[in-house]
């Protein structure tokens, strides 16, 4: 077998670059200590996987029943209970037994069951009195009393479903086909006959995301679903090759790249289910062009496993989507005749940079009703929304207004005519008071005025409303204080009931700390830059410490996350505790701020928030003593390990030791719809140099000057692998010692092998900014599932 000149280079570089796995520890110095095990085993103690069992009473998400019901899990040392609460009442009272429904369980699946560990994840009472149950990834149906339950087995096939509204069906992809699957019996339905390869209906297959989940959209009566015929016959293919003894597994799939000419594209078509099983369907194409695999807030056409861009009218008789442009700067309001498959324009919104619907959610509603849309736009410079007439696509009036941005719409009531949403920014955008992060709930009518709070308590608010909107559970909390969970009701947020009260007192008896909040000044020395520091918990102000800058650039997010409690941010506070002090910050560029802010480095992805990194780091130095700036380590993952090799690269003087896992380090080898988001469609010159040149970390890894170390999973279907090898491939071109770390058969998250990485950055850390010798072979231990 032939090998070209490019492979065999690159097969070289690999080979080069395993062996920089092996060089020796950091010289010895005087002021050099042995991190022994026992302070790795201290440090592990800070870990999600053991952290987080040590929060009591920490109730963030509940499940709605019905309007007035709805039931969560509540945990302590003693184990997990499961509790429903009458919403009219606020009483709280046993969901199930948890001793009688192990026992049943165990008879059932014939293993142990503990009851004090139930994964139960889906509860709910059926016609009968009895229990429809998720536990684990088995569905059981148990009697009322518990003496007994039974194993529910997908009928049919294993293809996952889509579940009609009327719970009677669900829609599933086989084939290239839509079917329809009789949830009772288990009876099937192909409904339609004309899918082939590379060209099937409802497939969620694009680019980093190739599912066998089915897109659809049901209409409120189960009568009909909205859903595409996705055209990838054209799109380039991604292969991933698996690392075993004997012949590989290969595996292929439609990836389009940045710049590709021929790119994913969707075929929009309503299905009419037959009200006789068995009969045919019928496929009405919508009388629109084909559109891009675009969604207006995420990757692909799908984000988090929905399709928000599609809404149908209460009745089913239209459908309401938007289309966007492949470059993310326009969006089109477009409604659909479901009878004809007539299209007619709404509305268009055209920006010079890129339009988003929301701040973290689709937030554009269909209302026909009342002949209006609820819209959002940033065009104020901030997420606001706004009344559109639906019959001319004329504005008729801004519904929020002002600085701060809606980010999520959780219900909109034609009848009353009032919005409930999330928020963020509009309490004291100072943020003397308020974190500009922390998100609080609103209402606010239809027709403009001032948005009422409705959670007043300064901190970061998780909302869960009930389905007729007439309550909400909302847990309240910071990253340095727990959770407290209430019961309010939604139309002036009084409490009804509380409902937890988080105990952090055996986390804090591990040597849990709070992080520190830290404000400092973006790159232009004028705007406020928000994050978290993490000191060791046995901090003493008279020593100097190395300090861990934790990097996310976004665009699509920062490097802090969520402003509500965590017990453990990665392993922040476990790094800390190997005498380190750790920064995580939301440098400009990142969102949930105003669009000239998230918009500070659009058409530039190379930017990474490094200038933004760089100032916060040296102003802190000027500020806290004790911040070692001779010793300045970074690290991510994803477009975390595209910043970290970045920041070695372009300012190694600064940054001395990186450690870079499954970075997406030259995005013309990522998918398509993320980059062109973000740095905007390709254009080459003549002389064949390219808007992306600058952003690929090949091109300047030559400057490396500290410790790298590269990471990433050979089966990564998100982030191609080929994006760190051709760093190793430049890196060994520019003679530069690096390490390398891969792993054969793991995805992007490294899966069961995300211990071991977790150890190894402890360790390079150790060695190289600490100037310590770290644990021979430290075992990480997470537990067994």
């Known amino acids: 077998m032939k090998i070209g000149n490019g492979c065999g280079r690159l097969l070289g570089a690999i080979a080069l670059a395993m062996s920089a796995i092996a060089l020796p520890a950091a010289p010895a ?49 003693g184990g997990d209970r499961f509790l429903q609460v009458d919403a009219d009442s606020g009483v709280a009272t046993p969901a199930v037994d948890t001793g009688r429904l192990a026992a049943a369980l165990a008879r059932a699946s014939g293993k142990p069951v503990d009851a004090h560990k139930l994964p139960l994840t ?99 009566d189960s009568r009909r679903i909205a859903t595409f015929q996705q055209d990838q016959r054209r799109t380039g293919s991604m292969t991933l090759v698996s690392t075993n003894v004997g012949h590989p597994k290969v595996e292929t799939w439609k990836y389009p790249f940045v710049g590709d000419k021929d790119v994913t594209l969707i ?20 009388q629109a062009p084909p559109d891009q695999h ?52 709404v509305l268009h919104e055209s920006v010079p940079t890129y339009f988003e619907s929301g701040n973290g959610a689709v937030d ?29 696509g004329k504005l008729k009036h801004a519904v929020t207004t002002g600085s701060g941005n809606v980010t999520q719409v959780l219900r909109v009531d034609p009848a009353s005519r009032t919005v409930w949403f999330r928020g963020v920014g509009r309490e004291d955008p100072s943020g003397q008071r308020w974190d500009p992060y922390f998100q609080a709930f609103y209402k606010v009518s239809l027709d403009g005025g001032t948005p009422l709070l409705l959670t007043p308590e300064i901190a970061d608010h998780t909302v869960s409303l009930s389905p007729g909107g007439r ?92 402003r509500s409690f965590s017990a453990a941010r990665r392993d922040h506070q476990a790094l800390a505790e190997l005498g380190f002090v750790v920064v995580a910050i939301d440098g400009m560029g990142t969102p949930w701020r105003s669009k000239s802010f998230h918009d500070a480095f659009d058409g530039d992805i190379g930017d990474n928030t490094l200038p933004d990194q760089v100032a916060a780091l040296h102003e802190l130095a000027g500020r806290y003593p004790w911040i070692d700036l001779d ?29 870079s896992e499954s970075g997406n380090h030259d995005n013309r080898n990522y998918e398509d719809d993320w980059a062109e988001k973000w740095q ?70 490294y899966g069961v092998d995300a211990p071991y990485m977790m150890r190894r950055r402890w360790d390079y850390f150790v060695r190289w900014l600490e100037g310590a010798q770290p644990p021979a072979q430290f075992k990480m231990s997470p537990p067994e599932d």
């Open 29 to 77: 110095r005087a002021q050099d200590r042995v991190v022994t095990a026992d302070d790795y085993a201290r440090a592990e103690r800070l870990v999600g996987y053991m952290a987080n069992p040590l929060v009591d009473h920490a109730v963030e998400q509940v499940t709605w029943l019905d309007d007035s019901h709805f039931w969560y899990r509540d945990h302590d040392a």
């Open 122 to 220: 889906r509860y709910r009472v059926a016609s009968d009195g009895g229990f429809e149950l998720t536990v684990g990834d088995s569905h059981y149906r148990c009697d009322p009393a518990f003496k007994g339950c039974t194993g529910v087995a997908r009928v049919g096939g294993e293809e996952p479903g889509v579940r009609s509204p009327d719970g009677r069906s669900e829609a599933f992809v086989r084939d290239w086909n839509l079917w329809l699957r009789d949830v009772a019996s288990g009876r099937e339905t192909q409904l339609t006959r004309d899918g082939s390869t590379d060209f099937g209906y409802a497939t969620d297959n694009a680019g980093w995301i190739h599912s066998d989940r089915a897109i659809v959209v049901w209409s409120p």
């Open 267 to 286: 075929e929009r078509v309503i299905v009419y289910v037959p009200a006789t099983p068995g009969a045919p369907a019928r496929v009405l194409r919508l």
């Open 294 to 345: 675009r969604s207006t807030l995420c990757d692909d056409v799908s984000c988090d496993g929905g399709w928000e861009d599609v809404q149908w009218a209460p009745d089913g008789r239209t459908l309401a989507f938007v289309s966007t442009s492949r470059d993310h700067k326009q969006a089109w309001l477009r409604v659909a005749d479901a009878d004809s498959g007539a299209v007619r324009d």
């Open 364 to 392: 554009w509603r269909y209302l026909p009703g009342s002949n209006e849309v609820l819209w959002f736009s940033e065009r104020n410079d901030w997420g606001n929304l706004y009344l559109y007439d639906l019959a001319s």
């Open 471 to 562: 309550w909400f559970v909302d847990a309240y909390s910071t990253p340095a204080t727990p959770p407290v969970t209430v019961l309010r009701r939604a139309d002036d947020g009084g409490i009804v009931a509380t409902l937890a009260r988080a105990d952090i007192s055996r986390l804090q008896a591990a040597g849990w700390t709070p992080p520190t909040p830290i404000t400092v000044k973006a790159r232009d020395g004028r705007t406020d830059l928000y994050g978290l520091l993490f000191k060791p918990s046995d901090f003493d102000p008279a020593k100097r410490y190395p300090i861990i800058d934790y990097i996310y650039p976004g665009p699509q997010t920062g490097s802090v996350g969520s």
């Open 631 to 659: 010793r300045v380590g970074v690290w991510g993952h994803s477009g975390g390990g595209y910043a970290t090799a970045d920041a070695m690269f372009t300012y190694p003087e600064l940054f001395k030791v990186g450690i």
């Open 680 to 749: 905007g469609l390709e254009v080459r010159r003549k002389d064949g140099a390219s808007n992306y040149d600058a952003q690929a970390n090949q091109n300047r890894a030559a400057k490396l000057k500290g410790h790298l170390l590269l990471a990433h999973g050979l089966m990564d279907d998100n982030v191609p692998p080929s994006n760190t090898l051709l760093v190793v491939d430049a890196l060994v071109k520019a003679n530069r010692d690096f390490d390398l770390v891969v792993f054969p058969n793991a995805r992007h998250g």
